[in-house]
T-cell receptor, first 114, second 112 residues
């Protein structure tokens, strides 16, 4: 069964600190992996997208890594800000169908305290 | 900034009422999707469309229906709302390459 598991479920950090969120998946055949940020009551906003051949990709203070062999990804947030408080969702796409089916993790709820 | 819009953003309706959630995109995308998301849970695909007059049910069983008469619009309808339909509904469209997914802001539906 294709699954996407994220950890931790929730995380509280102080402003200015760094943090790393984890995503493990069993989706096969793998197409790509996306990280999204979802503010409370809003739609998800894309942070990064990584294909099989990409190991790391950065978007400002966000850096995603991908190990396709172990089927693990991480999202590292540097110098956190209060506005980083949100749910971070890992989304994996397969290439086994024309749908390019998406598998969503439950997200990590990040809270940044001043 | 994504050009995909959902209305209403928030709605409280009584049991048994009919409701249509609107989703519109101005990017000319053929692929559009409806997801249901309960708080703290993952998104579940309930409907998708590959283009005009194409609609399919998703992974999660839903009592809602959709239509795709025009490329820009992908409305979702509940004929008789129930409290179990209380949830957030997210509309999305895919770029032709499939690399970019645009999400709407979501519609929060509460059925009392």
């Amino acid at each position: 069964k294709n699954q996407v598991e994220q950890s931790p479920q929730s995380l509280i950090i102080l402003e200015g600190k760094n943090c790393t969120l984890q995503c493990n998946y069993t989706v096969s055949p793998f197409s790509n992996l996306r990280w999204y940020k979802q503010d409370t009551g809003r739609g998800p906003v894309s942070l990064t997208i990584m294909t099989f051949s990409e190991n790391t990709k950065s978007n400002g203070r966000y850096t995603a890594t991908l190990d396709a062999d172990t089927k693990q990804s991480s999202l590292h947030i540097t110098a956190s800000q209060l506005s980083d408080s949100a749910s971070y969702i890992c989304v994996v796409s397969d290439r086994g169908s024309t749908l390019g089916r998406l598998y969503f993790g439950r997200g990590t709820q990040l809270t940044v305290w001043p | 900034e994504a050009d995909i819009y959902q209305t209403p953003r928030y709605l409280v309706i009584g049991t048994g009422k009919k409701i249509t959630l609107e989703c519109s995109q101005t990017m000319g995308h053929d692929k559009m999707y409806w997801y249901q998301q309960d708080p703290g849970m993952e998104l579940h695909l309930i409907h998708y469309s590959y283009g005009v007059n194409s609609t399919e049910k998703g992974d999660l069983s839903s009592e809602s229906t959709v239509s795709r008469i025009r490329t820009e619009h992908f409305p979702l309808t509940l004929e008789s709302a129930r409290p179990s339909h209380t949830s957030q509904y997210l509309c999305a469209s895919f770029s032709p390459s499939g690399n970019t997914i645009y999400f709407g802001e979501g519609s929060w539906l509460t059925v009392v």
